[in-house]
């Protein structure tokens, strides 16, 4: 059962089952997750902000969202590999990096880490239900510039090459003769795409737009400016009376995200992830049993952890120089 909760003039929706101390606690616990992620992170100059709302709680609150309750990062693809390499060696034995590698049923793209002192029910994305674990988690998003992959050169070549796609699939279904009248248009539409590609890519290097990707090819994709992302900041607002870093203009990062991201969503929609939570006693997690927690030395396996496009990167160590090409990452909080 639905509670109506306010926090100043902001009401919003706990439940029954995850009550507003609740809520407050697992924020709580996110906080101090952040601290010792972000100091691995700057141990080793890996640069991050908060990210979607994470970052939207930052400008509009100071803080959190009142009805948020876990913390997004971004972390450009470039230094992704590195930063799991370094999280997965150095971070303590209660929190846990979850992805595909130790979850078979792992359906996201990203790595999360998991705290294992902690067992949350989620409400919003049930199918997370199925997971192996199931602690308080921070999300690491990985972003793209848009130098990479299919993204290169901005949404509209993304249009481009499906109607291109679509237009060869149609040719190359055909047989014999058909194919053979219908060489013309095909010839006609490659060589249409080939002249729009090479406009986009020359407007492209000409620099009039650089961009960033946040989990783009999904359906939260959000693209915003270079320069509103960099260089960035770490005398930006607080965030719970915390410093944290800032992209360069968070609010030209948040206006292309989310347009008027200082309007608050409909009562309805204000509600946090999580059904219910559950904190143990150090050494009575259920999850604690699940894993070793012991560090991996292999860089390799890091490398893997951050996902199957850092395949066959470099593995060195203080000098890893990792170009994730990652395409696709996840995780959005309005």
């Not at 996110?30 to 992170?41: F, G, P």
């Not at 320069?227 to 203009?249: A, C, H, K, S, W």
């Not at 999850?287 to 395949?311: H, K, N």
């Amino acid at each position: 059962m639905s509670i109506l909760e306010r926090e100043g003039e902001i009401e919003f929706f706990v439940s029954q089952t995850y009550t507003l101390d609740d809520l407050h606690k697992v924020q709580a616990k996110s906080i101090e997750m952040y601290r010792k992620i972000a100091a691995v992170l700057d141990r080793h100059n890996i640069a991050y902000t908060l990210g979607y709302g994470s970052l939207l709680g930052q400008i509009r609150h100071s803080g959190y969202i009142p009805w948020d309750d876990d913390i997004d990062l971004f972390i450009m693809s470039s230094d992704y590999g590195r930063a799991i390499l370094h999280l997965r060696r150095e971070l303590p034995g209660d929190l846990l990096l979850h992805n595909r590698r130790n979850d078979p049923v792992y359906w996201v793209t990203w790595v999360k880490v998991r705290d294992l002192s902690t067992f949350t029910l989620e409400s919003m994305w049930k199918i997370d239900r199925k997971f192996k674990y199931h602690g308080v988690c921070i999300d690491l998003i990985r972003v793209v510039p848009t130098t990479a992959g299919k993204y290169r050169h901005g949404p509209r070549v993304k249009e481009l090459a499906a109607s291109l796609e679509k237009s060869r699939d149609a040719h190359f279904a055909l047989r014999g003769r058909q194919r053979l009248a219908d060489f013309p248009r095909f010839a006609a539409a490659e060589v249409k795409h080939r002249i729009q590609l090479g406009y986009h890519k020359l407007k492209r290097s000409q620099g009039k737009e650089k961009l960033l990707i946040a989990a783009p090819g999904t359906i939260i994709e959000r693209s915003f400016r270079y320069d509103d992302m960099y260089p960035i900041r770490t005398d930006g607002p607080l965030f719970e009376g915390m410093q944290v870093n800032t992209p360069n203009n968070p609010e030209g990062v948040l206006r292309s995200m989310y347009g008027d991201f200082m309007s608050l969503p409909p009562l309805e929609d204000r509600q946090p992830h999580f059904e219910s939570v559950e904190f143990f006693e150090e050494g009575d997690s259920p999850e604690g049993a699940l894993e070793p927690t012991a560090q991996d030395p292999d860089p390799s396996v890091a490398l893997e952890e951050a996902g199957p496009d850092l395949a066959g990167a470099d593995t060195g160590d203080e000098g890893l120089d990792v170009d994730g090409i990652g395409e696709r990452a996840d995780g959005d909080d309005v």
